[in-house]
């Protein structure tokens, strides 16, 4: 459905899709994101995708 919709069209961002997205849309804290250790990102979003994760999980069991 993503494909669907035009998500390729975010290609041309490359990393910042991602700094975008841990700042909130708020392009004012761009620069705090790019100053954090990659360790603290990529736990942050490994966290991400487990809660996603575990929220559509959570979803298709609802009734």
Known sequence: MEK???I???EKFKYINTVNALAGGDLTKWHLILAMPYE???TKLL???TEAEYQK???????
């Not at 999980?57 to 609802?62: I, T």
């Open 8 to 10: 390729q069209t975010f």
């Open 57 to 63: 999980r959570y979803s298709e069991l609802a009734p």
């Open 4 to 6: 669907r919709a035009g």
């Open 40 to 42: 603290r990102i990529l």
């Open 47 to 49: 966290l991400n995708k």
